[in-house]
């Protein structure tokens, strides 16, 4: 059996009683309020798997799923409380969101696989995040993944508590999802010969883009979509060569170069065609964030930009959205609720300082600690290495709110690791590069800052090799972790 404790991420706070240990019984079954009926059933099936029990969903069940009546304004939906006790086990939470967060803490007490005898470590578990913003990127343009890839990550970020998930859908390489009204995007920028070397085909279309943000929902996880410009456009223009400013036809590209395409800030064919796949791309989301990229705009000029991104960032506010945008954007004035994301490994930043101090907040996303596509080691057989190698320790070694002067606790909304897809071919290096330093962001991004230690995590995560194993996740099986 496991420790209450024995948990990631960690929780904010628990208490073991061991005189409480909760024996699973051959007729257990689980109780829900209607709007929990979907968590219940995923608890249900999740006990099914390990006892071999039925588990049906009752009135009187021994493990109880609650929402709570009394409203806290100053509490997460995200928060539950998890008491384990030798008669019954009670999750309470104040929304389905934070019942669901405690579903995934219960699974990790769970054994991973069926056992003759399954008991629940006595004690209560009250948590919350510290972050509302917990994220993956995972970059669709460099190389495509299928629906039932996205799901599968979907899957498996989830059970971390990760709630958001951006898919970096339009780069130089490729354009991924649909947009009606501009069907060569997909048709030409989306097919065969699309991506690094070719070896990325594929886009999404309206309705599994508009599958995988329900997908999400069921996991509790926000799909928060990029289209990047002015610059990484190359695709758009090879579709639609008017989006150059010559009018002139490119080639398609399929390195792994940056820079050098840009929109035509000085065309009102541009603002026409972004404020067209703004709106679409709006309506296909129901979450908050609309991400516009803003990355790397080298061969648009710094007057250009601005002028670009003066036009473009209240079109995500008019179609309803927040934008978020790589911290390049904080150059210009932007909008209340926009989001810069710092992505740098330089230690300061005057223009997401200045965005901070002016009340924005900020995702992190140093590419030194949470660039998923580092190298770990020399040895790594995929990834980059411009930002450095990435071990485990150093993905997990770092805090949110130390990173940059000018941007403490309080401007912080979250983090997030992107996953570039530049030496990436399948779902299986995807999540090799992913598993484990994800699982390290994902506890940066709940944990309170006090209690996170590197020891500890690296128990708790030697103890997860099995479940991992049994999930058929293609972790790294890092020579800095003791593997059990
Ligand atoms: C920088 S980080 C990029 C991407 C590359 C990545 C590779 C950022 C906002 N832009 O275009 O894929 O490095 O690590």
């Not at 947009?179 to 991506?195: A, F, H, N, Y």
């Not at 085909?201 to 509790?220: I, N, Q, S």
Request: proline share 7%; glycine share 10%.
């Amino acid at each position: 059996m496991r420790q209450l404790g024995d948990v990631i991420p960690l929780p904010a706070s628990v208490r073991s009683d061991p005189a409480a240990d909760f024996r699973v019984p051959s007729g257990v079954s689980v109780s829900a309020a209607p709007a929990a009926a979907a968590v219940a059933d995923e608890l249900a099936g999740l006990l099914r798997r390990v006892t071999g029990f039925r588990v049906p969903r009752d009135d009187d069940g021994v493990i109880r799923l609650r929402l709570d009546e009394t409203v806290d304004e100053a509490k997460s939906p995200e928060s539950y409380r998890l008491d384990i006790a030798a008669d019954g086990v009670t999750l309470s939470a104040p929304a389905a969101q934070g019942l669901f967060a405690g579903v995934q803490t219960l699974r990790q007490l769970l054994p991973e696989t069926a056992q003759a005898e399954v008991v629940l470590p006595g004690g209560r578990i009250e948590d919350e995040p510290r972050f509302a913003y917990r994220g993956a990127m995972l970059d669709l343009a460099r190389h495509f993944y299928s629906p039932a890839d996205i799901r599968s990550y979907i899957d498996s970020i989830a059970q971390f508590k990760l709630n958001h998930l951006h898919l970096h859908l339009t780069d130089d390489q490729g354009w991924r999802l649909e947009i009606e009204g501009w069907p060569r995007l997909t048709e030409v920028s989306g097919g065969e010969g699309t991506g690094i070397d070719g070896q990325g085909p594929g886009h999404l279309t309206a309705a599994e883009y508009a599958d995988l943000v329900a997908y999400g929902e069921t996991r509790f996880v926000t799909i928060v979509p990029e289209i990047d410009m002015p610059g990484h456009v190359n695709a758009a223009q090879v579709a639609y060569p008017e989006l150059t400013c010559d009018g002139e036809p490119v080639q398609p590209r399929t390195d792994a170069e940056v820079g050098y395409s840009s929109l035509c800030a000085s065309k009102e064919e541009t603002y026409a065609f972004v404020e067209d796949v703004i709106r679409v791309v709006a309506g296909l989301t129901p979450g908050p964030f609309l991400h516009i990229g803003g990355d790397e705009a080298l061969s648009t000029t710094a007057e250009d930009y601005r002028t670009f991104m003066t036009r473009v960032l209240p079109m995500v506010g008019k179609y309803g959205k927040r934008a978020i945008g790589w911290h390049e954007m904080a150059a210009v004035e932007l909008p209340p609720t926009a989001v810069p994301q710092f992505w740098r490994i330089e230690p300061v930043d005057a223009g997401v300082a200045r965005a901070a101090e002016n009340g924005h907040q900020v995702i992190m996303s140093p590419a030194d600690r949470s660039y998923l596509d580092m190298k770990y080691d020399e040895s790594s057989p995929l990834g980059l290495d411009w930002a450095g190698l990435l071990g485990v320790e150093r993905s997990y070694d770092w805090d949110p709110a130390d990173r940059l002067p000018g941007v403490g606790e309080e401007s912080l909304l979250g983090v997030e690791a992107p996953l570039w897809s530049e030496t990436l071919r399948s779902l299986a290096d995807v999540e090799y590069m992913a598993f484990p330093r994800l699982v390290a962001i994902a506890e940066i991004g709940w944990t309170p800052r006090a209690d996170r230690t590197w020891p500890s995590f690296r128990r708790r995560l030697g103890a997860f090799g099995p479940r991992f194993g049994a999930q058929g996740v293609n972790f790294h099986r890092s020579p800095e972790i003791d593997w059990t």
